[in-house]
């Protein structure tokens, strides 16, 4: 399976950036895609997914300013981000998963990381937000 993200880039403040993400390759139906991110030195988060019924999640830190996506017939993802901010700084990365139980995959244990779980990631697109 390949997933490659398009779109990153830099912004001022109160910006706007539209991320797509591309899968190709699978032989499986996709149960869900989501944006994640991750600052360096931090653990990576999930932004923003959408479930094949059309549910979508989205993390407090992006409600009512990103909107996610999904065309599926062109196995397409996208993330559109308006209002952004310097603290949205950080590398998208998009996650592709066949399997329900991992999209809806709450920590097992202390210290669990759930998106590790996830099988499919792209190669990641910076963005910055300067103030």
């Known amino acids: 399976v390949q997933v490659a993200e398009y779109g990153g880039g830099s912004v001022q403040s109160n910006g706007s950036l539209r991320l797509s993400c591309v899968v190709s390759g699978s032989t499986r139906p996709t149960y869900c895609m989501g944006w994640f991110r991750q600052v360096e030195g931090k653990e990576r988060e999930r932004v923003a997914q959408?479930?094949?019924?059309?549910?979508?999640t989205y993390a407090d830190s992006a409600k009512g300013r990103f909107t996610i996506s999904r065309d599926v017939a062109k196995n397409t993802l996208y993330l559109q981000m308006d209002s952004l901010k310097p603290e949205d700084t950080a590398m998208y990365y998009c996650a592709a998963e066949a399997l329900a139980e991992v999209c809806h995959m709450t920590p097992l244990y202390v210290g669990h990381l759930v998106w590790t779980e996830y099988k499919n990631w792209g190669q990641g697109t910076q963005v910055t937000v300067s103030s």
């Open positions: 959408i479930d094949s019924d059309g549910s979508i």
